[in-house]
């Protein structure tokens, strides 16, 4: 029986890693899931999941939950804030860990299950991004197991030999083909993109996804974001990290290797294929998946990214090969230029003038210790928040 937490476990990828656990009760066992706003949706998940533990944001709404569950005959014990996620990360009794908050607010936790020594199931990238040099080397320090949740990563770890280690050049890759379907707007005119709306950033045509990867999708900054967190799990350098628009979202990315061979993974695009890879890993279980249907598909069609059309790609490779706290700062500036153009207070072409004016202002700087780069993500968030101003008109 593998026991798991499962960190986000109300949103989009917390809800499909539910439903592949539900279809294996002889497997897996939830000791612990956390939510945040959606207080219901948890609720329900813990009648259902029956855990040992549950956290939520407002410890008002730890109170309500519990009495509730108190009152269907559940016994869990509700907690609630940023310490009681690291503490489920952290459990004794957890074998698993899901990481799949969105956004800095899911590095804490996550990095609370790698200092455990747990499997981490990552799908929260941006942890990866802010901090991806600490990152590995607490999973080195700490013999966690990293297994990639985001489709692209999990696409290469199982084109990769078992025993790859981070070592491309022993193992004979010569690169990587991340794959990108390009989003909603990928056939949009420059000049349409002033006027999108959140609702269309937010309408993927292949994946259904939480609001913020949405829009981090429609910039093509999810892709970038992509690259740096590939840099991390696999040990590439930036220029063996490509980028391939594939509109149909069918292979889910590729592996080249120096005699010419390219080895790939192809599915549906759903979610549950990489969530129950990592889950039952190194075995297999169901996903409850269709299979794929290759002539209904019919055709799988390729392009280059246009770095024109959409920045923030190329702002992602910028920060990438600058090092230090420059992934910090557009991890930061995008989270908040996203928040705003959620929030109608941006345009969709001020996301990349945000971060790009963000980048400018902030001075590239080693940053060697946990402490640095909390402190450079709260410095990046002012300074994107400052610069809104300018970007909105
Ligand atoms: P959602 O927005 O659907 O879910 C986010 C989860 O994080 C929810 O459970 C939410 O709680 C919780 N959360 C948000 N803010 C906080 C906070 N401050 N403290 C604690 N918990 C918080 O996002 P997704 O599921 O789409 O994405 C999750 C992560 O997985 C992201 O990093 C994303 O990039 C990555 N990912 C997602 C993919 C997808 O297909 N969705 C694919 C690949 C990667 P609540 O809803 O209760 O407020
Ligand atoms: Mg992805």
């Not at 959606?38 to 855990?51: A, D, S, T």
């Not at 009495?67 to 804030?81: H, N, P």
């Not at 490779?317 to 995008?334: E, I, K, Q």
Request: charged letters at 20%; proline letters at 6%.
């Amino acid at each position: 029986m593998k026991k798991l937490t499962v960190l986000g476990a109300t949103g989009s990828i917390g809800v499909s890693t539910l439903d592949v656990v539900a279809r294996h009760p002889d497997r897996f066992q939830v000791v612990a899931l956390t939510g945040n706003s959606r207080i219901e949706v948890l609720y329900q998940q813990c009648l259902q999941h029956r855990p040992r533990y549950a956290v939520v944001g407002r410890p008002e709404d730890a109170a309500a939950v519990g009495a509730r569950l108190s009152d269907a005959g559940v016994a869990t014990e509700v907690l609630a804030g940023p310490q009681a996620l690291e503490f489920v990360a952290a459990l004794p009794e957890v074998d698993a860990v899901m990481a799949a908050i969105v956004g800095a607010a899911g590095l804490m936790p996550t990095l609370a299950a790698v200092r455990a020594g747990k499997q981490v199931l990552l799908a929260n990238k941006e942890a990866l991004v802010m901090a991806g040099q600490l990152f590995m080397a607490e999973v080195k320090a700490h013999r966690a197991t990293l297994l990639p949740i985001d489709s692209e990563h999990n696409a290469v770890f199982q084109s990769l030999p078992a025993d790859y280690a981070g070592q491309p050049a022993r193992a004979g890759v010569s690169r990587i083909l991340l794959t990108a379907s390009g989003g909603p707007f990928r056939t949009t005119p420059h000049e349409a993109l002033r006027a999108v709306t959140p609702e269309a950033a937010c309408a993927h045509p292949n994946w259904s996804m939480g609001r913020k990867i949405s829009v981090d999708s429609a910039t093509l900054m999810n892709k970038g974001l992509e690259v740096i967190e590939a840099h991390w799990l696999f040990g590439l350098a930036p220029e063996q990290i490509e980028v391939v628009v594939h509109p149909q979202s069918v292979i889910h990315s590729l592996v080249q290797y120096i005699d010419g061979s390219v080895l790939a993974e192809l599915g549906n695009p759903d979610m549950r294929t990489p969530i129950a890879h990592a889950l039952a890993w190194p075995e297999r279980v169901a996903a409850g998946v269709a299979p794929l249907d290759l002539p209904a598909i019919a055709r799988l069609d390729f392009e280059r990214p246009d770095l024109e059309r959409f920045p923030c790609l190329g702002l992602a490779y910028r920060a990438l090969a600058a090092g230090g706290n420059a992934a910090t700062v557009l991890n930061a500036a995008n989270e908040v230029a996203v928040a705003a153009f959620l929030d109608g207070q941006l345009p969709f072409l001020g996301i990349s003038e945000v971060i790009g004016a963000t980048l400018d202002a902030i001075p590239v700087e080693e940053m060697p210790d946990l402490a640095a780069i909390l402190a450079t993500d709260a410095h990046a968030r002012n300074i994107a928040s400052e610069m809104l101003q300018r970007c909105r008109a």
